[in-house]
T-cell receptor, first 116, second 113 residues
Framework: AQSVTQPDIHITVSEGASLELRCNYSYGATPYLFWYVQSPGQGLQLLLKYFSGDTLVQGIKGFEAEFKRSQSSFNLRKPSVHWSDAAEYFCAVGANGPGGYQKVTFGTGTKLQVIP | DAGVTQSPTHLIKTRGQQVTLRCSPKSGHDTVSWYQQALGQGPQFIFQYYEEEERQRGNFPDRFSGHQFPNYSSELNVNALLLGDSALYLC????????????FGEGSWLTVV
């Protein structure tokens, strides 16, 4: 069974500073990888996804993530954080479960605080 | 292009009651998954429906059941509500049952008192 670990529960960065959110996954084969963002009281918005190909993927709002198979990681980055980026970020891994049907497993999330 | 829509947005139920939540998938999508997100936690997979059948199920008791209709919309039913069922219930849709991006609705907030 697949699993996702987001080791940082809470991160605080200054506006304009760079950001890296960590994500490690466990799965026997190449997984599908996602990053979602959730503002308070809202649903999840897809930031970016990796299915195959180029290991550096670009997403919306200036975010990017890099898939590193050797480290089983899919870290999210942004070169300059804006106050509006304050939210909770979830890494997720999708894999084919029993019967071949896709199942997506989420990490516990990283809450991002942006200070002026 | 309408995204995933869920209803109701918020509801309060009493312990022991039953609740039905509804979801319309994004246009062009035929697969619906349901997730439970307790406060401060990540979404937990409940089950997935494709071709009107439950294809996969997470670690949830039989009190949680669902249905998918021919127009691909879906319902989540929870019987004999417990206080611990209080959570945000998220519906997600995708095209096909494997290897595609899932898109989420805004969720239904259920409070059990």
């Amino acid at each position: 069974a697949q699993s996702v670990t987001q080791p940082d529960i809470h991160i605080t960065v200054s506006e304009g500073a760079s950001l890296e959110l960590r994500c490690n996954y466990s799965y026997g084969a190449t997984p599908y990888l996602f990053w979602y963002v959730q503002s308070p009281g809202q649903g999840l918005q897809l930031l970016l996804k990796y299915f195959s190909g180029d290991t550096l993927v670009q997403g919306i709002k200036g975010f990017e993530a890099e898939f590193k198979r050797s480290q089983s990681s899919f870290n999210l980055r942004k070169p300059s954080v804006h106050w509006s980026d304050a939210a909770e970020y979830f890494c997720a891994v999708g894999a084919n479960g029993p019967g071949g049907y896709q199942k997506v497993t989420f990490g516990t999330g990283t809450k991002l605080q942006v200070i002026p | 292009d309408a995204g995933v829509t869920q209803s109701p947005t918020h509801l309060i139920k009493t312990r022991g009651q039953q609740v039905t939540l509804r979801c319309s998938p994004k246009s062009g999508h035929d697969t619906v998954s349901w997730y439970q997100q307790a406060l401060g936690q990540g979404p937990q997979f409940i089950f997935q429906y494709y071709e009107e059948e439950e294809r996969q199920r997470g670690n949830f008791p039989d009190r949680f059941s669902g249905h998918q209709f021919p127009n691909y919309s879906s319902e989540l039913n929870v019987n004999a509500l417990l206080l611990g069922d209080s959570a945000l219930y998220l519906c997600a849709s995708s095209f096909g049952d494997r290897g595609n991006t899932i898109y989420f609705g805004e969720g239904s907030w259920l409070t059990v008192v």
